[in-house]
T-cell receptor
Framework: KAGVTQTPRYLIKTRGQQVTLSCSPI?????VSWYQQTPGQGLQFLFE???????NKGNFPGRFSGRQFSNSRSEMNVSTLELGDSALYLC?????????????FGQGTRLTVV | DAKTTQPPSMDCAEGRAANLPCNHS???????VYWYRQIHSQGPQYIIH???NNETNEMASLIITEDRKSSTLILPHATLRDTAVYYC?????????????FGQGTELSVKP
């Protein structure tokens, strides 16, 4: 069974631009979460989607947004990019919502803002 | 904020058991303990999770104290490929979800 697929793997953008990252969850998984990883802040939760609805949101500015489609695939968007948005963006999929469900991570998208 | 504390680093000899401790003294009765590991620049890998009973799978064992205030992840026969950052996480439930709040983790170095 294929794992979580994130595209693209690497991305370079200029300050002020916007970017869209894509995540395809494991087949049959209905919950998708996004995380940002930076050397200074570590792994931080961005948001979680289930059944096309945002169920949880982390402490990030409104420039960070996401959505989930009916096939459970998810995208996240960052507008007006800042240098500090350079990070590894990770997507995780789970079968369902809840505390007793493993989350499986993709390999991430490495975003560099110049 | 992370609800767990872990030592920043540990060493282990190849072939020996690696015992990684974690404190989660404020854990709630319905919160699970999860362990993940991350090898440099890859996505975190799920290892194991539990509520109050000890758990074992093909990768590791999880020992949770009776009061649930701490736990230990055991890698029974560590190999060089087990060198990674190990994260102990209490899974917080919110609005029917279950976000993972990562702390700084323990950097495990397995040495020949």
């Amino acid at each position: 069974k294929a794992g979580v697929t994130q595209t693209p793997r690497y991305l370079i953008k200029t300050r002020g631009q916007q970017v869209t990252l894509s995540c395809s969850p494991i087949s049959g998984h209905r919950s998708v979460s996004w995380y940002q990883q930076t050397p200074g802040q570590g792994l931080q939760f961005l948001f979680e989607y289930f059944s096309e609805t945002q169920r949880n949101k982390g402490n990030f500015p409104g420039r960070f947004s996401g959505r989930q489609f009916s096939n459970s695939r998810s995208e996240m968007n960052v507008s007006t990019l800042e240098l500090g948005d350079s990070a590894l963006y990770l997507c995780a999929s789970s079968l369902e919502l809840g505390r007793n469900t493993e989350a499986f991570f993709g390999q991430g998208t490495r975003l560099t803002v110049v | 904020d992370a609800k767990t504390t872990q030592p920043p680093s540990m060493d282990c000899a190849e072939g020996r058991a690696a015992n990684l401790p974690c404190n989660h003294s404020t854990i709630s009765g319905n919160e699970y303990v999860y362990w993940y590991r991350q090898i440099h620049s890859q996505g975190p890998q799920y290892i194991i999770h539990g509520l109050k009973n000890n758990e074992t799978n093909e990768m590791a064992s999880l020992i949770i104290t009776e009061d649930r205030k701490s736990s230990t992840l055991i890698l029974p026969h560590a190999t060089l490929r087990d060198t990674a950052v190990y994260y102990c996480i209490v899974r917080v439930a919110g609005n029917q979800g279950g976000k993972l709040i990562f702390g700084q983790g323990t950097e495990l170095s397995v040495k020949p």
